[in-house]
Structures are given as structure tokens and as C-alpha cells.
């Protein structure tokens, strides 16, 4: 592509030079293509979804709506920071423990928005779990497993504190 | 839904409900999806479409691509090397177009190159001159031969009439309606992709695709290619849902193409709105039915005329007819019948196969005309059914006996058992979010009207007609540790799951190894037609039994057992007759065993030119109520709790069916308020997940559900296919619920604003 660009982007802790990139690349394309964090989806490119969902300064945000370049001084985090390969965070590990997972294609996304969800609310009531997740599609649970997995690890959090 | 383990089931074997070897990578996003794979020096691949639903291909002029830095190749039907066309049942779907495009969104070319935005340009840069053609839209004119022929194989793709017992009887009471179904987009969020290797001199190409059926993929490629089937190599790349939407080839034979031609690995993907118009659909169907019973009810005879709108090229639509014909009396005892049904093709987007396969279609009309009876014998919903619920031993209008365990009134009482809401239409606390209208605020509570409605449903497992589609896989064991191997597609319904699960209950070990799935082993036939657990399961339990087998005769000769009074307890080899126990990884020590298994179901038959035959495997049941609340002013429906009692065989991974079954249902409410492709003219209005409404976390209710456990003798583990019938009575029970709502009579689905407030 002829309307190179290079710039350095802030994911998950550490400074990534993108270089050669077509200035019109969404931060998801960047994510996945040039900084290889194929963890986030990319399922309708409209922020419609949710599979996408990166914090940009501790915000959660569609990738796909955004393009990379505006990302310069901002801190992303994308599924890939949240937790090492391994060590599932409490809400990760409740996913697979309480069957929010079938096809997992929307999971890392839904994941996103459940750690925000908890950090902003740690008690949520199921119907504030419904309202804040229902940007994140899910085309193959039904949801019901996915509130679970949520309800329990609020409940754990609180019996913790 | 408890998920602690039940009583009398050991941890990680059969009947727990272990977690998924996939789970921890699939939630920490490291699990690698088809679209996630990569290779060095790969091009990106794109797909030309038609603009149009029917055209005269003029001229195609592929030079001005050429031009643009980055294009490594471009190709199109002149190309394909072997096979021009390819499908499913019937070959009559060109790889690309040529001289005819036959719907909105059929591929005329494929470029690659080094980026997508090059790609995009190339495509935009190719010249195709067009005479524009009137599209044949309308089914019934394909039928009645109005229209010109739209393909050599003409605009009738199956025809087939059942014809049963007494043509004459006119009942006591006779209800009728007609029932509309719109095209409705088994949307999985893993859009299409693929990479493709090719092979050092273009002998050979492996490819790594999201699919439900890799060895069909594979002879549908090889033939295309003009390859020998083992040069054609699949492995399957992490699928991200399918619901029948990956059983039909789409950017497999493009991909493989472009990477031969370039030398290069290509990678190729589609976008949310190439999805739409890339996959086939759910037909839309219109089903006229008449019911005739006796005073008390009792049905005496259906008349039924189905027409399914297969667009443009013909898929599984044969099949998924002839699912639709043979089931159209649903779940309920009745011997005389006169049904027709057509599956036609016109210039609408190929139809195919969608989860529930021509059943969610029928099942829509028969429920609505259960009511239609119930109201007019002065039965409710729920005695209606028990009236005349269908039992084992019971005969289809096709004279197939059900032979299978039957439970359908123990799933209507056990259904109407499931306590109903307990809050009121708004529920306690007042919180808008909990009527129809939501945020929006629209909805006052004294106005919303609660309805309750019930639909119930028999659905075929497997394929029919004759097809014996097989399952193959294979087990070893080697010092206490088995793997298996085996090519069914998991396309997210946990069969990686299930599989470990019974080696381990077989075998009595606890780690089970999985092979990657791929066409170096036998078939496993497509992950569809509800039939993984029992066709795969069937031959992984197979395997395991034949390794046991050896392993016994092992044991039996180095301690002088007869092998036949061997048995396996826990981890152990026992000695049935005696004290004599071994652990597996001590009896297995230093010994490699390995078997391979293949598991058909028993035989199936054609229909005849009457309908009649015994043309389906098994058969599985299910019911389904709901409640909605309904704002009848602007049209809005809350659908408010599910309940559900579900004929599974045996439960042997209960949460992976409560999956099954929270998420069949979610789609079947989609289909009853939500989704629908819209086509004006062939055109298609809605190819985006703007515009195509699916249901979210605030659209699903409650769901409350019963798994109903009868073995089923039949099945390799007695259980059944749990995948489909959530998705098929949920959707007409919906509708009845809104109908009792508001007292007016809703035939289409899905129920639009319009239809529930415009009368």
C-alpha cells in the first residue's frame, strides 16, 4: 500500500512499533495482522457485536470502530493482557467452569466486558448483568450459562472482601 | 440447572460434566479460530460478486486489476481446472459464474494480493458487463411454469407428495391456515475463512477451514481441483459456531485455487455481509394445512401444502423437503394425510441447511393448528396435545413405525409441571428493563397484555433416504494414557468433550489425549442433524470397546483370566469372579493398543412416488411454553420465560445440554420476533448485524428445563441428539404465547410490529 504510516502503539504493557501500515487499518486489523493478538474477534466490524472489545484507557471500546493511529498515548489492553496464558482470571476460569462456552468466538470479548462490568459494578443485579453485556452477541448459549459464570464470580468477590 | 456432579457419577466420565479442553483457550482468546491462522508470505484473498439477482454475463474484463501494485493473481471460471460446478446433493452450483448469475452476491471472481484495501481495489477495478434479466422471485411461478427456466436443471428442485389412507374423510371439526416463514441466517459470529498451503509444484494443497464436514468438503474441492482426494488435505481450523451454515462449500475451492495459482499460502475471509450472501440459508416456506378431527379432537386426517423457496441453486433442499413432508403431522397419532410439497429454486439466495432442517418449518404450521383445534373442540393447549400425542410404536404418515422411545406426553406434563413467572407482567421493582420496549420507555404496565403458548416437536436424528452417513474413529492406549482420533468437525457444541468422557468411562483411565482433527482418519460425517453424539459417540465408544477388548485379553493371558470375566472398575481391571484387580496404567505398561472403529446407523429407505418408506434413523422429542408480554399498541413482545422438557436418552453431559438447549431456543425466538433476511427483488435489504436483529442478553428470557431421561435402546449410549429440538417448538410456542396475548391470529414469523398492532 502506498499511504504508508509508522507509529508506536501502548497494548497490554509494552510499546509496539507498527510500521508500513495503510493509515485506513482498523485497531483490530493491527491488533490481530500486525501485532499478532488474534484474541480479539472480528465479527461484524460495526460495533455491533462486541467480539472485539479492547479497554483504551480503561474504557471498553469496539476495535473495530476505531483506527489504529488514534490509538497513539492511549493504553490498550486487549484479551491477551488480562491474565497469562494459563492462569485464567477468576471471571476466565468461571466461563469454562459454568458453561459460558460453546464456540468461544464472542468469549474473549464477553470476557472484556465482564471484567468491566465487575470493576465498575461488583454486585451486579441480572438484570444489570443483561443491560451491560447485551452489546456482546452470543449466537450460541443463550446466555443463560454466561450470567452464571458472572453471577458466581460476584459472589465469590464478595465473600472474599 | 445444578452443575455440581450427580449423584452416582463418577468425575470426568459419563454423565459429569466436565470442563472443555477448549475452554481455558478459548476464554483467555489463544485458541485459534480459521480466521486466526496464519502462514509466511501469505496473500489475502477476496471474492467478486454479483450485484444482481439474475444476468447475462456479457463480458468479463479482469486487466485493469492487473494494474494495481500487489495483485498476485486473479481467477475466475476459466480456471477451475477440473469440476466447473459443485454441491451437496446435486452438482449444479458453479464455482464462479460464467454466463449467468442467478443471485445477489454469487461470486464471478477471486483475486489475491498483499493486503485487503489491494484486494478491495482489485475488485473494484474488474469490469463485468451485464444484461440484466427479470429474477424469478416468486415460488409459486416456479412452480406453475410461468417463468423461464433460471438453470438447465430447471426451477423445480423436488416435488414430493404423501399419500396415505382415506383421501375422502371429512372430519367432525375441520380448522385451516396458512403459515408464513421468512429466510431466516444461522449467523455464527466466526465469519467464513480459510488458509490454504499449497503443495510444493501445485501437486497437492492443504487447507485448514472452519466447516462441519471435512471429507465432504474435501471430494467437493478434489473434484473442482481435478486432484486425486489425497492430494486435498483438511484439517479443520477452529470453528466459530455453524448451525448448518458451514455444511455447504462457500470460499473452500476459491481459497485452494488462488494458492496454487500464486504458489503461495492464501489466506481468505469474509465479511459480515459477504457472510450473508455467502452461506445458504433457512427456506422461507409458505405451508397451507387443514386439520380434520372428531368432535372430542381426536385428529383424523391432515392435508398439508408445503412450498420451499430453495433460490438459486438447489443445496440440501431436497432433503430438507422431504424433512418437512414426512414431519408434518408433528408429534401427534394420525393416519390419513394428503401432502404435497415442493422445493423450488429461484433467484433468491440459496437456501440449505439451518439447525431443526425443514422441521422448524413444519412444526410452525402443525402447532398453529393444534390451537386452531384446541379452540375448536373447547380444549385447551395442553389437553389438545395430550389427546393425541404420538407414542412408541405409533406410525408416521409415511408408515414408518416410531421405534424409538417416545415420551411426548411426559414431556408435555413435565413441561407444564415448570412453575411459571413468579413476578407480574413489569415484575416487582419496577424497572423498565423488564417490559416490552425496554430502555426505550415506551411500554406503560397497565397496557401489556401476558400470553401463554405452547408448541411441541418430533425431529428425525441423522440423515435419511438411504444415506449412510457413518462415523468413524479410533482409540489407543499406551501405558494408562488413551488418545483419540476422529474427524468430527467441533463447531462448538462440545463433542471434544463428550469424546474424552466416554474413553474414560470405557477404558477407566483419566487422561484422554485428542488427535487433531483432520482427513488423515475416516469420515465423521457433517456436525448436523443432531447426530455427533450418537454417530461419533457411537464410534469413539466402538473404538474404546475394541481397544478394552485387547486389553483384556492381555490381562486374561498374563494372570490366566478368562478375559470375558474381566470388567472395568474405577481405574482398575477386575477380575469379575475373583479378587484379581490391576490398574489400567499397570495392565497397559509398556503395551500400545489400537483400534478403529466405524458406527452406521441401521439402513434407511427411499420414499415412494406416495410418500411412503422408512426413510428416517431415529426420532426425538420436545416441549416447549412460553410466556410473553406483549405491548399491543406499538407492537413490542417481551418474551418472558421459557420452559422446556426435553427427551435427551440419557444425559450425558448435562451442561453441554443445557447449553444446547438455552441456545436452540435463543434462535428460535429469533426466528419468532426478530430475524428475518429481507429481500425486495432478489435484492437483500439487511446483510449486517445492524440491520439483521439478533437476540441479546435482554431479548433471552428465563429459561426452566427438564432433561427427560429414558434410554433409548436404540442408541449407542442410549442417548439421543439434543442440538436441534430446542430451536423447533420454541418458535411456534412463542407465537401462540402472543397470540393468546392479544386474541388476533399471527401466521408469519417472524411477528412484526405491524402484525401484532395493524390489524
Not at chain 2, 159 to 182: A, K, M, N, P, W
Not at chain 2, 304 to 312: C, E, I, L, T
Not at chain 2, 375 to 396: H, K, Q, S, Y
Request: hydrophobic share 40%; proline share 6%; aromatic share 4%.
Amino acid at each position: 500500500m502506498s499511504e504508508s504510516q509508522h507509529y508506536v502503539l501502548h497494548v497490554n504493557g509494552t510499546l509496539h512499533e507498527v510500521g508500513d501500515a495503510w493509515i485506513g487499518e482498523s485497531l483490530l486489523y493491527v491488533l490481530r495482522e500486525r501485532l499478532g493478538l488474534t484474541g480479539s474477534k472480528g465479527a461484524c466490524e460495526q460495533g455491533e457485536c462486541g467480539s472485539c472489545s479492547v479497554l483504551i484507557d480503561d474504557e471498553l471500546i469496539c476495535s473495530c470502530l476505531v483506527l489504529a493511529a488514534s490509538a497513539i498515548g492511549q493504553e490498550v489492553i486487549t484479551i491477551e493482557g488480562i491474565a497469562p496464558v494459563g492462569s485464567p482470571t477468576d471471571v476466565q476460569q468461571a466461563f469454562v467452569d459454568f458453561g459460558a462456552v460453546q464456540c468461544g468466538f464472542c468469549t474473549p470479548g464477553l470476557i472484556m466486558a465482564a471484567h468491566a462490568l465487575l470493576e465498575r459494578t461488583p454486585e451486579p443485579t441480572e438484570t444489570e448483568i443483561r443491560e451491560e453485556l447485551s452489546g456482546n452477541i452470543c449466537r450460541c448459549t443463550g446466555y443463560g450459562r454466561i450470567i452464571e459464570a458472572v453471577q458466581r464470580v460476584s459472589v465469590a468477590r464478595a465473600g472474599r472482601r | 440447572m445444578s452443575t455440581t456432579t450427580r449423584e452416582g457419577v463418577v468425575r470426568g466420565r459419563l454423565g459429569d460434566s466436565p470442563p472443555r479442553p477448549d475452554g481455558v483457550p478459548k476464554v483467555q482468546g489463544s485458541f485459534a479460530f480459521s480466521g486466526d491462522l496464519s502462514a509466511d508470505g501469505f496473500l489475502w484473498g477476496a471474492t467478486l460478486r454479483s450485484p444482481h439477482p439474475y444476468a447475462r454475463i456479457v463480458r468479463i474484463d479482469v486487466t485493469p486489476a492487473w494494474r494495481i501494485d500487489g495483485v498476485a493473481a486473479i481467477v475466475t471460471a476459466q480456471d477451475v481446472p477440473g469440476k466447473v460446478t459443485y454441491g451437496l446433493i446435486s452438482s449444479d452450483q458453479p464455482v464462479f459464474a460464467s454466463d449467468v448469475v442467478r443471485y445477489v452476491g454469487e461470486p464471478i471472481a477471486a483475486v489475491a494480493a498483499d493486503h485487503p484495501e489491494t484486494c478491495r481495489r482489485a475488485l473494484d477495478a474488474i469490469v463485468v458487463e451485464y444484461e440484466v434479466l427479470v429474477p424469478l422471485t416468486d415460488p409459486e411461478r416456479a412452480i406453475d411454469g410461468s417463468h423461464p427456466l433460471i438453470h438447465p436443471a430447471g426451477n423445480v428442485i423436488r416435488h414430493q407428495r404423501i399419500i396415505t389412507g382415506d383421501q375422502s374423510l371429512v372430519g367432525d371439526v375441520v380448522v385451516e391456515g396458512t403459515y408464513v416463514l421468512g429466510m431466516q441466517d444461522q449467523a455464527f459470529l466466526g465469519l467464513e475463512a480459510a488458509l490454504a498451503l499449497p503443495d510444493p509444484g501445485g501437486a497437492g494443497v492443504e487447507l485448514f477451514v472452519a466447516t462441519q464436514w471435512l471429507h465432504e468438503d474435501r471430494a467437493q474441492i478434489a473434484a473442482c481441483l481435478d486432484l486425486a482426494p489425497d492430494k486435498v488435505r483438511l484439517t479443520l481450523g477452529g470453528v466459530g459456531g455453524a448451525f448448518g451454515a458451514r455444511e455447504d462449500i462457500s470460499l473452500q475451492v476459491h481459497t485452494c485455487l488462488l494458492a496454487l495459482r500464486t504458489g503461495r499460502p492464501v489466506r481468505l475471509a469474509y465479511s459480515r455481509e459477504e457472510s450473508f450472501l455467502g452461506h445458504v440459508h433457512r427456506h422461507p416456506a409458505t405451508i397451507w394445512m387443514r386439520h380434520h378431527a372428531t368432535d372430542e379432537g381426536v385428529i383424523q386426517r391432515i392435508e398439508a401444502r408445503m412450498v420451499f423457496d430453495g433460490g438459486a441453486y438447489a443445496s440440501t433442499s431436497s432433503a430438507v423437503l422431504i424433512n418437512a413432508v414426512t414431519h408434518a403431522q408433528g408429534p401427534y397419532k394420525c393416519v390419513n394425510a394428503t401432502v404435497d410439497g415442493y422445493a423450488v429454486r429461484t433467484n433468491n439466495l440459496p437456501c440449505g441447511a439451518m439447525r431443526g432442517f425443514g422441521v422448524v418449518q413444519a412444526c410452525f404450521a402443525h402447532e398453529g393448528q393444534m390451537d386452531k383445534l384446541a379452540a375448536a373442540c373447547g380444549l385447551d393447549p395442553v389437553e389438545i396435545r395430550m389427546l393425541n400425542a404420538m407414542e412408541t410404536g405409533d406410525a408416521l404418515i409415511t408408515g414408518q413405525v416410531i421405534e424409538n422411545v417416545a415420551p411426548v406426553a411426559e414431556c408435555i406434563r413435565q413441561t407444564a409441571a415448570l412453575p411459571l413467572p413468579d413476578a407480574p407482567v413489569g415484575g416487582r421493582d419496577g424497572d423498565p428493563m423488564h417490559l416490552p420496549g425496554g430502555a426505550g420507555l415506551t411500554a406503560d404496565v397497565s397496557h401489556i397484555r401476558r400470553g401463554i403458548g405452547w408448541g411441541v416437536s418430533i425431529k428425525n436424528l441423522m440423515y435419511s433416504e438411504g444415506f449412510d452417513d457413518h462415523s468413524t474413529a479410533r482409540c489407543r492406549l499406551a501405558d494408562g494414557v488413551a488418545s483419540l482420533k476422529f474427524a468430527t468437525s467441533e463447531v462448538g457444541q462440545g463433542f471434544v468433550v463428550l469424546a474424552p468422557q466416554i474413553a474414560r468411562s470405557v477404558l477407566g483411565v483419566d487422561d484422554v489425549l485428542l488427535e487433531p482433527i483432520d482427513t488423515t482418519i475416516g469420515s465423521a460425517g457433517s456436525t448436523s442433524a443432531s447426530r455427533q453424539t450418537w454417530m461419533s459417540g457411537g464410534a469413539v465408544d466402538g473404538a474404546c470397546r475394541l481397544v478394552r477388548e485387547r486389553l483384556f485379553e492381555h490381562v486374561g493371558a498374563a494372570h490366566d483370566i478368562v478375559p470375558v470375566r474381566l470388567a472395568i472398575d474405577g481405574r482398575d481391571v477386575i477380575d469379575t469372579m475373583g479378587s484379581f484387580r490391576i490398574s489400567v496404567a499397570d495392565a497397559s505398561a509398556g503395551q500400545v493398543f489400537e483400534e478403529t472403529f466405524e458406527h452406521h446407523h441401521r439402513p434407511t429407505e427411499d420414499l415412494d412416488e406416495n410418500g411412503q418408506g422408512n426413510c428416517h434413523t431415529a426420532f426425538v422429542f420436545v416441549a416447549h411454553r412460553a410466556v410473553v408480554d406483549v405491548d399491543p399498541e406499538l407492537g413490542l413482545v417481551k418474551v418472558v420465560q421459557i420452559a422446556t422438557a426435553q427427551d435427551v436418552g440419557v444425559a450425558l453431559n448435562p451442561l453441554s445440554i443445557m447449553g444446547q438447549i438455552e441456545g436452540g431456543i435463543a434462535q428460535g425466538l429469533g426466528l419468532a420476533v426478530m430475524e428475518e433476511i429481507v429481500l425486495t427483488d432478489g435484492l437483500v435489504r439487511n446483510a449486517s448485524f445492524t440491520d439483521y436483529l439478533l437476540p441479546t442478553m435482554l431479548d433471552m428470557p428465563t429459561v426452566v428445563a427438564t432433561m427427560i431421561e429414558i434410554p433409548d435402546p436404540m442408541a449407542p449410549l442410549g442417548a439421543k441428539g439434543v442440538g436441534e429440538p430446542p430451536c423447533i417448538s420454541s418458535t411456534p410456542a412463542i407465537v401462540a404465547a402472543i397470540r393468546d396475548a392479544i386474541g388476533r391470529d399471527l401466521s408469519r414469523v417472524p411477528v412484526r410490529p405491524a402484525d401484532i398492532c395493524l390489524p
